[in-house]
């Protein structure tokens, strides 16, 4: 086979593992990864393991059940909990409600089951007397008097985000039996907020974006050890590292670098999905990984991963890391605090991404766009104008803003 033709065949392969979708991928996987697994009938109903969730003294299940389920989704749950899915993470935002509403359908016909999950919810507010209202209309919702955890949703910066009066707010929730444990999750300058709140004594569990790429980071690692040392239990998210930006796409070379991480792992019986998130679990200060899981096919997946015994070689590690390396441009790392404050115009650049991210590689077009169009007019007419050559020089994984946003906005503006 000549070169070209090696390389339109591996990209006819990726092509089809892309249409598969990870989920599928991963469970194609599973008899090669699960061998032993497969053969013991045990072992088919076994529960997935549990973590201690920092201070908290709950265990809770390493994989948590995270994206937007609807009312006819109850399969998803029922399968979810019988499994040993038992930590389960919505917000008032997703889908609208929708979520909340089918956790709530679920509640309704299973109540028994209620105590048996640990249950999180978001809302976004520094407000107390909003924050009352979300929670309220939450637990309403999900037809529960109580949340295990209830998390502030996207904090970006815990002085200004965390007063007084939220830490208040908390306790008094805390009091009434409305919140067993109280948090905040992060999307970017995570590092900045982990290491903020391991200093403030009353933040129970924080979740943020890590993975593979992230995790290797000497700040993450501090951060990660800081909220360890302070009883903060972590909940990964984001785990996959998808693209933020069509970078590679653009070039042709995304698929190659793919391609051969893939190979590699399925010559070893992984799949390179299964590899990053077992990457994470190996990690014992991050309690679960929160995954969206909006179908059995990418449930029984991600429950395979989370019963897998297999542990990732130093070689495994290294192509993680070379991958990584090698696609660092399309993934932004949300470190805003780099690029954002050398752009003339206010624009929120690792959040464009992260929508970017939504429809490039989660196939999530309308929240995407949704988030895009609820920027201002100013902002998204700014956007084109700002000079990015700063920023670009700064960024640490060199990407190449200007080319990335104005894709962005030709994608999402409506
Ligand atoms: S500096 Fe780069 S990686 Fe960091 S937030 Fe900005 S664009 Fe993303």
Redesign the pocket.
């Known amino acids: 086979m000549s070169k070209k033709e090696k390389i339109n065949s591996r990209r006819t392969f990726l092509k089809a593992v892309g249409a598969m979708g990870a989920g599928s991928m991963l469970a194609s996987m599973i008899p090669l990864a699960n061998a032993s697994d497969q053969n013991s009938s045990k072992n088919k109903t076994e529960a997935i393991p549990t973590r201690l969730f920092g201070k908290t003294g709950v265990h809770v299940s390493i994989l948590a059940l995270g994206g937007v389920l609807g009312l006819n989704d109850q399969i998803v749950f029922r399968q979810a909990f019988k499994r040993g899915v038992t930590y389960w993470d919505t917000a008032d935002g997703y889908g609208w409600g929708k979520n909340e509403k089918a956790i709530g359908k679920y509640f309704a016909k299973f109540p028994d089951d209620r105590k048996k999950v640990f249950l999180v919810t978001k809302g976004s507010s520094s407000d107390p007397k909003k924050l009352d209202q979300k929670l309220n209309m939450s637990l309403k919702r999900m037809n529960t008097s109580y949340v295990d955890m209830y998390f502030i949703i996207y904090v970006k910066n815990v002085k200004n985000e965390l007063t007084r009066q939220v830490q208040t707010w908390a306790e008094k929730a805390k009091a009434e039996g409305k919140i067993h444990f109280f948090g905040f999750s992060a999307h970017?300058?995570m590092e900045n907020s982990m290491l903020a709140a391991a200093k403030l004594g009353w933040i129970d569990g924080i979740m943020m974006s890590y993975n593979y790429r992230l995790m290797v980071k000497d700040k993450m690692k501090k951060a990660v050890d800081a909220c360890a040392k302070a009883g903060i239990g972590l909940t990964a998210m984001k785990t996959q590292a998808a693209f933020?930006a069509n970078f590679y796409a653009s070039i042709g070379s995304e698929s190659d670098q793919a391609l051969q991480m893939t190979e590699n792992f399925l010559k070893k019986g992984f799949a390179a999905e299964q590899a990053k998130l077992i990457a994470v679990w190996e990690n014992s200060n991050i309690a679960s990984i929160c995954s969206a899981m909006p179908n059995m096919t990418i449930l029984q997946a991600n429950i395979a991963a989370a019963m897998s015994k297999n542990k990732l070689s130093l070689g495994d590690k290294h192509r993680l890391n070379q991958y990584a390396h090698q696609t660092a441009p399309g993934?932004?790392?949300?470190?805003?605090?780099?690029?954002?404050s050398t752009v003339d115009f206010k624009i929120p650049?690792?959040d464009i991404?992260r929508y970017s991210m939504y429809s490039n590689s989660y196939g999530n077009q309308d929240e995407a766009a949704m988030l895009f169009n609820s920027l201002s007019t100013e902002t998204k007419a700014n956007m084109l104008k700002a000079d990015y050559s700063k920023?670009?020089k700064?960024?640490?994984?060199?990407?190449q803003?200007h080319k990335v946003l104005k894709k962005a906005h030709e994608d999402l503006i409506s």
């Open positions: 970017k300058n933020s993934y932004c790392t949300g470190c805003s605090d780099i690029c954002e650049i690792s991404l920023a670009e700064y960024c640490p994984q060199k990407m803003i």
